[in-house]
């Protein structure tokens, strides 16, 4: 088993930063692949980014790129997400997932394997 615990998250003004951060512990062996959601209010989970093993490989949602980064630190078996340039829309909970394999915008949210709680995003104007 594999436990994800995020946090990070919090209130910002429009325009300003965040960093959220993933820890896995247990079997993060299986944490091949590591990425995260979010879930506005009224809204269904939607994906935003992922990244590979390594770190060679990630995707990211349309409306994130290019605002947000993800990477990871395997030694810390952690993940994280730099949130720039923050608007009242990326208001949500913010979950980390993980998985054996990669996956992206297309991989069913229902396949994956391990899933964290989730920590608050709240973005004001």
């Known amino acids: 088993q594999v436990q994800l615990v995020e946090s990070g998250g919090g209130l910002v003004q429009a325009g300003g930063s965040l960093r959220l951060s993933c820890a896995a512990s247990?079997?993060?062996?299986?944490?091949?692949?590591m990425g995260w959601f979010r879930q506005a209010p009224g809204k269904e989970r939607e994906f935003v980014a992922s990244?590979?093993?390594?770190?060679?490989?990630?995707h990211y949602a349309d409306s994130v790129k290019d605002r947000f980064t993800i990477a990871r630190d395997n030694a810390k078996n952690t993940v994280y997400l730099q949130m720039n340039s923050l608007k009242p829309e990326d208001t949500a909970v913010y979950s980390c997932?993980?998985?054996?394999?990669?996956?992206?915008?297309?991989?069913?949210?229902?396949?994956?394997?391990?899933w964290g709680q989730g920590t608050q995003v709240t973005v004001s104007s």
């Open positions: 997932a993980a998985d054996r394999l990669f996956f992206g915008l297309a991989r069913p949210q229902s396949s994956l394997d391990y």
């Open positions: 247990g079997r993060t062996s299986s944490t091949i692949a």
């Open positions: 990244i590979s093993w390594t770190g060679g490989t990630t």
